[in-house]
């Protein structure tokens, strides 16, 4: 798989990285098969991906513990570079966090310490000053954000955060006209999160009518009369991945791979066709005219929201 340098550090990752949300078994994915998630880490890993993104939160913890399992064979786990995440705390419990979470990955280092979700009503100086000296204390090799603003951006910036990881896809466009262009004259790489919008742009809900449930339910992106716009949308990705021979979600990947080369995807699956069908966006190559098209369709959707708005209708206080 290509493999690019993670913004300003020293790592090189493969330019999809695996995320383990649905491999914690709650949050609303509902019960996961430990073995099964396993397997499709080390075929991914075998198969040239070496980006894995986690979160204390996803599951408890035990998504990590999984990833933990998973990378505990050979040297697997000096070949994968893998994130976590930790929501905005009191900076007193980052170090604590961050120590429980290496048990869980079996490991003494996580290659990057994201702040998962900045909290306006604490100090975020304080905050990336604590998740720095994980990195001095060599428990974390580079530090990154998620959820960030401009504004927060640019305090992340100044302590050296190499990621950020939001919200973005075809039909969600947050970070377009500040935070993208910030990051890539600062060097900071983007890990787009939902890259897929959960499923929306794989023709799943515009070529077959497949129920929303689960953490769907809680996506704005599924609610009408949003939704009825998304399947519009989607059905637009639908007309070019067919013309070209392609699938939907490698079309929806291709378009977010040809908006910038900083741009790293972070894919959900349960399903190792899923992940195969997607490591195949990296050989669709969407004329301006396709880009165009895409990105005017999901844009329709997107001017249905403000740029306060967040993809589960939630953020924290
Ligand atoms: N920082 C944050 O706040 C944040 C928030 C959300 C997510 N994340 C990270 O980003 C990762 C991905 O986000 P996500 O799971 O929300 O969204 P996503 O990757 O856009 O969507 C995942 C969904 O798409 C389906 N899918 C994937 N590839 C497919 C294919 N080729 N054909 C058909 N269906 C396909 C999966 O189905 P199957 O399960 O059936 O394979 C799954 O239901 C998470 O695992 C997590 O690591 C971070």
Redesign the pocket.
């Known amino acids: 798989m290509e493999m690019v340098k993670l913004g300003n550090s020293d790592l090189e990752v493969s330019r999809l990285c695996l ?4 491999m914690g078994g709650t949050e609303g994915w509902g019960p996961d098969d430990d073995e099964r998630s396993i397997e499709l880490i080390r075929r991914a890993q075998d198969g040239g991906c070496n980006f894995f ?2 979160a204390h939160g996803y599951g408890r913890g035990h998504a990590e513990e999984v990833l933990g399992r998973a990378l505990a064979e050979g040297d697997r786990r000096e070949r994968a570079v893998v994130a976590t ?1 930790l929501v905005h705390c009191d900076p007193e419990r980052v170090e604590p966090s961050l120590d429980a979470a290496l048990q869980r990955l079996q490991s003494d280092y996580y290659d990057i310490y994201i702040v ?2 900045p909290r306006p009503s604490l100090s975020l100086d304080e905050f990336l000053g604590k998740m720095c000296q994980m990195k001095e204390k060599g428990k974390a090799r580079e530090i990154g954000v ?2 960030f603003n401009l504004e927060q951006a640019q305090v992340a910036a100044r302590y050296g955060a190499v990621t950020l ?1 939001p919200p973005y ?1 075809v039909l969600w466009r947050i970070i377009e006209p500040e935070v993208l262009p910030f990051c890539r004259r600062s060097g900071i790489a983007v890990t787009p ?7 929306l742009l ?1 023709g ?1 809900f515009s070529r077959t009518t497949e129920q929303t449930t689960g953490i769907r339910t809680s996506n704005l992106l599924f609610k009408e009369p949003v939704f009825s716009k998304a399947r519009q949308a989607a059905a637009v990705v639908d007309g070019v991945a067919d013309r070209l021979g392609a ?1 939907s ?1 490698q079309v929806a990947l291709a378009w977010l791979l040809k908006t910038d080369p900083i741009i790293i995807p ?6 190792w066709s ?1 992940w195969e ?2 490591v195949g966006a990296l050989q669709v190559e969407l004329s301006d005219e396709d880009y165009e098209t895409i990105s005017a369709a999901g844009l329709e959707v997107w001017n249905m929201f403000s740029a306060d708005d967040t993809m589960w209708g939630w953020k924290p206080d």
């Open positions: 995320g383990t949300w649905n993104d986690s995440k998962h979700w998620s959820n990881q896809n999160y939902s890259p897929l919008a959960q499923g794989t799943r699938t979600s972070i894919v959900g699956i349960s399903k899923h069908d997607n």
